[in-house]
Nanobody, 125 residues
Framework: QVQLVESGGGSVQAGGSLRLSCAASERPYTNFVTSWFRQAPGKEYEFVAGIRWSGGATFYGDSVKGRFTISRDNAKNTVYLQMNSLTPEDTAVYYC??????????????????WGQGTQVTVSS
């Protein structure tokens, strides 16, 4: 099972940017998807963005489209989440997740069997 380690969280003012990283312990296999989910206090998990290692197709949650960008570095087995124009509503613990969901289930966290430890992102107004 692929191990995932996140980094890059922190505190920033509204309108600022942060970049999260998710490093995999080994090269992800075919059809592997790495996604970011987040959970704010008292709220359900929310799909943020995902990327397929094979082909590089990307997926975004509606609330982050146009502000966040997910990308991968094959040589480093690492996925990045560039977060721009942050708002207080983006405050949450962000989790990196890996698995092989079918296309229609990319946003379903139950389809992922590898999870990072989570990293806190706090956006102040």
């Amino acid at each position: 099972q692929v191990q995932l380690v996140e980094s890059g969280g922190g505190s920033v003012q509204a309108g600022g940017s942060l970049r999260l990283s998710c490093a995999a312990s080994e090269r992800p296999y075919t059809n592997f998807v790495t996604s970011w989910f987040r959970q704010a206090p008292g709220k359900e998990y929310e799909f943020v963005a995902g990327i397929r290692w094979s082909g590089g197709a990307t997926f975004y949650g509606d609330s982050v489209k146009g502000r966040f960008t997910i990308s991968r570095d094959n040589a480093k087995n690492t996925v990045y989440l560039q977060m721009n124009s942050l708002t207080p509503e983006d405050t949450a613990v962000y989790y990196c997740a890996g698995g092989r969901p079918i296309l229609s289930a990319t946003r379903d966290r139950r389809m992922y069997n590898s999870w990072g430890q989570g990293t806190q992102v706090t956006v102040s107004s």
